[in-house]
């Protein structure tokens, strides 16, 4: 089933305490994955939502699964699985805030990364709800640090991500200890072979919907492409951070390395940048998102892995420093800019023939249409016209 529209939070039957976090949040008409989503998770089916990042996806899960929550009961009645650390704690914030009003619910955030001691000292608060990456939830299980066999309800978001990034085994595992589960949820931006299988072997009459990317909610991004040689890259991010006085950008490379070495060369030449990436440690990452989050930082320099699960509304541009490998990961990485009904804009950078494909291939994949730009003689960035 298609889903185009949202509905009053109003006509959805919900508590008091979740109309409360929803009327402190200033939302009084769902999202469509939310309006498609909350209906039959509250009536304890299975569901397959496809829909785009960026549509409310935490809210969709989150409200029937704080609903369903038995305040009484101790045992872990909820998890939710993510595929990174940054996913799982963005979760758990909203999380939050949709359960502030509920008493006597808890939550707790299981990631690598973090000392498993502290982890352990929160378990034994007694969460109801499990936020958390599926090898670490693993080795909590291992350790018998946590119990799942009274686990109701289990999200899997991002379920494309989690299951290509090798998690399957993990997650299928999981899902095994969990007896007494009565619904499963899959988030997910595509539905994978992966995706599939884990819903043919694991739901039962699953409720399916989709939420396209129509497009009057289509973010407003103008998307470039720049002809650079390899060694002009750094000069042209330069020229794009300074023509265009972008105040919050992110910058998106291939490998760690990469990042390391644009943030680095950019702090040489007086730019405020930071990176992160997987071999970051975990509180320094946290530390330079924070930063981004709140506006002090102007460039972040990351990865795709690393920077999933970074929820930011206003990013002015980005900036694509090297052609992604997938197409997915170019929708990912622009769908960071143009939000709240704002203008974006996406930069990439192409510097040889292979990449140039890359990118044509990508434009057709995704339906977008990427303008050649060039610098003129003023430094400004000016659009080559067609021959």
């Not at 704690?89 to 000392?115: A, D, H, N, W």
């Not at 990317?213 to 470039?224: G, R």
């Not at 943030?263 to 998102?289: F, T, W």
Request: aromatic share 6%; net charge neutral; hydrophobic share 40%.
């Amino acid at each position: 089933m298609e889903v185009t529209q949202g509905v009053r939070f109003d006509s959805l039957g919900l508590s008091p305490e979740i109309m409360r976090a929803l009327e402190k949040k200033g939302y009084e008409v769902s999202t469509p994955v939310q309006a498609g989503s909350i209906p039959p998770m509250m009536a304890w089916k299975d569901l397959t939502a496809k829909a785009p990042t960026g549509t409310g996806k935490t809210f969709a899960f989150g409200i029937p699964i704080v609903e369903h929550i038995d305040p009484e009961n101790s045992a872990v009645q909820a998890v939710i699985l993510a595929p990174t650390r940054e996913l799982a704690m963005q979760i758990t914030t909203e999380m939050r805030e949709i359960s502030q009003f509920k008493t006597g619910v808890r939550l707790v955030c299981l990631y690598g990364g973090q000392p498993i001691g502290k982890q352990i000292e929160t378990l034994k608060k007694k969460p109801q709800i499990v936020i958390a990456t599926p090898g670490r939830l693993s080795d909590h299980l291992k350790r018998r640090t946590v119990r799942l066999d009274q686990v109701q309800t289990v999200v899997l978001d991002e379920a494309d991500r989690m299951l290509d990034m090798g998690f399957i085994h993990d997650v299928t595992r999981l899902l095994d200890q969990m007896k007494s589960r009565k619904n499963l949820g899959l988030f997910s931006a595509t539905i994978s072979r992966e995706v599939m299988d884990i819903a043919w072997v694991y739901q039962r009459d699953a409720e399916e919907i989709t939420v396209r990317a129509e497009e009057e909610n289509k973010p407003d991004i103008h998307q470039y492409q720049l002809e650079v040689p390899m060694n002009e890259k750094l000069d042209a991010v330069e020229k794009i951070l300074n023509y265009g006085s972008y105040d919050r950008v992110m910058i998106f490379c291939n490998t760690k390395g990469n990042t390391e070495r644009v943030s680095h060369l950019l702090q040489l030449r007086g730019v405020d940048a930071q990176c992160i990436h997987g071999d970051i440690p975990q509180q320094k990452r946290e530390k330079v998102m924070a930063r981004f989050r709140s506006g002090e930082l102007r460039v972040f320099v990351a990865t795709d892995v690393a920077a999933r699960g970074i929820d930011v509304d206003d990013v002015d541009a980005v900036i694509n420093y090297d052609v992604p490998d997938e197409n997915e990961y170019y929708v990912h990485r622009i769908g960071r800019t143009g939000r709240a009904k704002r203008k974006g804009a996406a930069y990439t950078l192409v510097s040889d023939y292979p990449a140039m494909i890359r990118l044509r291939d990508i434009a057709k994949f995704t339906k977008n249409t990427v303008t050649p730009i060039r610098f003129d003689e003023d430094g400004r960035l000016v659009e080559i016209e067609k021959a």
